[in-house]
């Protein structure tokens, strides 16, 4: 059974940073694309980022282009999300997530196009 699972959420005033982390129990996850998301309460779940396979391909939500950065891995089995000058309104659970397959190239930012979700970090910023 595929796991997969997050950690490094806490609460942190504005302009903070924090990293967070997605380990996953199946090796063949390496060769997948991974992404994070996050749902803020009383909203969706919406995209945050994802990184390709190899690293060498990544793509941000408009909110957090250039404060955050999305990396990975593969010998540790775990992608990260380096989160820098953090806003209020970054306040969500935070959840890491992988298709069910080897995915083509390109934007992948719905919530159907991935299948295993982690159980989720809370992350809190306040003012």
């Known amino acids: 059974q595929v796991q997969l699972v997050e950690s490094g959420g806490g609460s942190v005033q504005a302009g903070n940073s924090l990293r967070l982390s997605c380990v996953v129990s199946?090796?063949?996850?390496?060769?997948?694309?991974m992404a994070w998301f996050r749902q803020a309460p009383g909203k969706d779940r919406e995209f945050v980022a994802h990184?390709?396979?190899?690293?060498?391909?990544?793509y941000y939500a408009s909110s957090v282009k250039g404060r955050f950065t999305i990396s990975r891995d593969n010998s540790k089995r775990t992608t990260y999300l380096q989160m820098n000058n953090l806003k209020p309104e970054d306040t969500a659970v935070y959840y890491c997530?992988?298709?069910?397959?080897?995915?083509?190239?390109?934007?992948?930012?719905?919530?159907?196009?991935?299948?295993?979700w982690g159980q989720g970090t809370r992350v809190t910023v306040s003012s």
């Open positions: 997530a992988a298709p069910s397959r080897v995915m083509n190239t390109g934007i992948l930012d719905l919530e159907s196009d991935y299948h295993y």
């Open positions: 990184i390709s396979w190899t690293g060498g391909s990544t």
């Open positions: 199946d090796r063949t996850l390496n060769t997948y694309t």
